[in-house]
């Protein structure tokens, strides 16, 4: 059970810090619910009974949070090349509420949004991960939602120009040149 001032997740909303305990009316059944303020201003109402089971969770703390920018600091990991497919398998990562399948998500879509672009659908995928992973960062690392967008473009900046700048680099001054055949250089190796 959390407490009045607690920081919590509440997954697919981000983080937030319960604001009040209230005892509400809702369909004409009393339930107790944690009030969270959100990010925005925004307010949510969770039913205590079924906090854990929608995975409701302590915000994660300094070390931790240390951690997810190295997630974001390390090269992309394999995703499904079927858009369908990647996108359910991204969503469930979100679903899951682990801040680092949510950092490996915003990572990997930020990756593919800069080597070929992303669909309608993924794009407001990455801006939706991109707030919830926002959200806890600011709350573990007691700074300011500016601070920590920053810190996470710039951390997967850098690590794209690591791991990807040089096979773009590559796909590109190779495409130029005359494909190498075998079989003519051998020719022109015997005539000589």
């Known amino acids: 059970m959390f407490n009045?001032?607690?920081k919590i997740v509440y997954p697919m909303h981000g983080a937030g810090t319960i604001d009040s305990i209230e005892e509400k009316d809702v369909l004409g059944e009393k339930q107790s619910y944690y009030i969270l303020k959100m990010p925005g201003e925004v307010k949510v109402m969770v039913p205590i009974a079924k906090a854990e089971q929608v995975g409701v969770r302590s915000i994660i703390d300094k070390t931790s949070a240390d951690q997810v920018f190295k997630v974001l600091e390390q090269d992309e990991t394999e995703m499904n090349k079927n858009w369908n497919k990647r996108y359910r398998d991204n969503m469930d990562k979100l679903k899951s509420g682990d801040i680092y399948e949510i950092a490996d998500v915003v990572r990997n879509l930020s990756f593919k949004q800069k080597e070929k672009g992303l669909s309608t659908g993924e794009k407001k995928m990455l801006t939706n991960a991109?707030?919830?992973?926002?959200?806890?960062?600011?709350?573990?690392?007691?700074?300011?939602?500016?601070?920590?967008e920053e810190m996470v473009d710039n951390k997967i900046n850098n690590s794209f120009i690591t791991f990807k700048s040089g096979d773009t680099l590559k796909e590109s001054v190779v495409s130029k040149f005359i494909p190498f055949d075998a079989n003519n250089a051998n020719n022109a190796t015997e005539n000589t």
């Open 130 to 148: 991109k707030q919830i992973l926002v959200s806890e960062l600011v709350l573990a690392e007691h700074s300011n939602k500016d601070e920590i």
């Open 4 to 6: 009045i001032g607690d």
